[in-house]
């Protein structure tokens, strides 16, 4: 049974910086596609970026590109949202998700292509 665990959120002034880890257990890291998502109150759960396993492709959705960078550390089984110039609408709760089925993921954006999810960090940014 894989574990993530998040961390890494609080409260941040627009403009400001974070960086969310995610540390996953009980499982073979290195192998998995791995994707961050949000959740803001009364919304959807919306992907926000994805890496694949060999760390040679990232994928970003369009209002976080130039702003957020996704990475992982496989030898520290850890993977990260690097978070800058936030904006007020980047408050979220922020889950980090595990593709670990065999095949690969056919689209980083479908939070069904994921097995495992953590349970959430929460990023709020003030005006």
């Known amino acids: 049974q894989v574990q993530l665990v998040e961390s890494g959120g609080k409260l941040v002034q627009a403009g400001g910086s974070l960086r969310l880890s995610c540390a996953a257990s009980?499982?073979?890291?290195?192998?998995?596609?791995m994707g961050w998502f949000r959740q803001a109150p009364g919304k959807e759960r919306e992907f926000v970026a994805g890496?694949?396993?060999?760390?040679?492709?990232?994928y970003y959705t369009n209002s976080v590109k130039g702003r957020f960078t996704i990475s992982r550390d496989n030898a520290k089984n850890t993977v990260y949202l690097q978070m800058n110039s936030l904006k007020p609408e980047d408050t979220a709760v922020y889950y980090c998700a595990a593709h670990a089925r065999a095949g690969y993921i056919s689209s980083y954006y479908n939070p069904n292509e994921y097995d495992y999810w953590g349970q959430g960090t929460q990023v709020t940014v003030s005006s």
């Open positions: 009980g499982g073979t890291f290195s192998n998995y596609g």
């Open positions: 890496i694949k396993w060999n760390i040679g492709s990232t």
